[in-house]
């Protein structure tokens, strides 16, 4: 039996069977989307990672001597960031969906890198503080605004490799930042070698922010560089596997559903615990690498090694949903060698295993963020749930770098054993969480199943549908 849209079914099966010329409107659409998304937000991610975590090469390059820092008043100030990145994550996503990611996204881009180069007029302790706080209200929209707006292009299962390739610039950010830094302060001019980081990272975001807004388009019902085939084609695509639609209204009650939904602070929780390694790596690596015998411009550099393993292990990240469907299950594997790795870290004297398994503790921490990131947006349903869902979770991210940012502290220089077994401990608890919603999941598809509920969604309001979100009899979960 066939269609007008280019879709069959085969007789006694449920299965779609997509005619060729279809297929070909789909390869040409993924194309096109992928070119006007995935650049420029690789490109401004990873830049967003730079403006965060510049803040610890600054202070390998001198800041902290210059300005008169002294004790934990540099923890304070890179904690000081995550104060407001916490709280603005979910208002930023509801105004995305109001003004569109077009305008968004490049507009909080531009102000937070201006915020970046303030950062070299800063003259005390204070200031430091008062800028990496309005820092924070600006970044906070632009992970979860980036998650959100791939629920409205790609079918869950494109939206794994493309979250991971997006999630990899932040690592990748990582091997490029410490060499970067240690070449911009050297620049011999009328300011110290810290405020040249600043200055220019800080001009590289506000181009970049231009692109942005040149590329980026909304939604594919509205997006100009596509053919009416094409986006017909899409819609089909899309609506087959049951992806966000623009004109769905934001729906105030699916704000609670999303609040009061412990799975949803179950994928917050391990995000939270993924971050808290990844982000101190990114902001203290070169001060671990340093307190182990380097010379400044030695240890940012070096710092490029245990980034450049997360950037491989990210990479990866995004093929292994295809190998084995379970993300629990690579959840588990990852966050289990962790935990045994930094137990490594913590116990052993010799440099060289400290700094190898550092490289390798970076290797397994680094797919977790992306891998939680997909499997809450592929059983996540409702557009304001989801948006909601997203922030909550990069939300926790937030927490984890305010918490992290005080976990290496200057009274445990030099090995820093404190911090790495509150990681491991992190890390353990993320295998714990997985595990708990692995047997949730399964349990409630059974259930489901069990029910055999034959759901009629054409007998309810559109509204209806949409508020239902994940409770839906026809939804199951992956687990």
Sequence with gaps: MSTKDGQSFDKGSSEVVISAEEQRLRRSYLRKADWHLLPPAFAMYFYAVVDRNNIGNARVAGMDVELGLHGNQFNWVASAFFFTYIFFEIPSNIMLKRVGARIWLPFIAICWSVLVGLMAAAKSYGSLVAVRVLMGVFQAGYVPGFIYLTSFWYTKRQQAP???????????????????AGRLQQIKGSLSGYQYIFIIEACITI?????????????????????????????????????????????????????????????????????MGGTTQAIFGPTLIKAMGYTSTRAQVLSAAPSACGFASQILSMFLPRLHPRFSVWIMIFSAAACAFYAVIATVENIHVRFTFLCLSNFALSPNMPLVSVWMSNNVMGVTKKGVASACTVMLGGVAGLIGSHIYRSQDF??????????????????????????YFRYENRRRDAQNVDFDASALSKDEVEDMCDNRPDHRYTW
């Design 162 to 180: 493309r979250i991971s390739l997006f999630f990899s610039a932040g690592v990748f950010a990582g091997i490029w930042s410490g060499p970067l």
């Design 207 to 275: 181009a970049l922010a231009v692109v942005m807004a040149i590329m980026l388009q909304n939604y594919p019902e509205t997006a100009t560089f596509l053919t009416e085939e094409e986006r017909a084609a899409a819609l089909r695509m899309l609506a087959n596997d049951k992806a966000l639609s623009y004109n769905t209204n934001y729906r105030p009650r699916q704000v609670l559903r999303a609040l009061s939904d412990w799975t949803v602070w179950g994928y917050a929780i391990i995000f939270w615990a993924a971050v």
């Design 414 to 439: 030099p090995q820093y054993r404190f911090g790495h077994i509150f990681v491991c401990v992190c890390n353990a608890f993320i295998f714990v969480i997985a595990l708990t919603l692995n047997l």
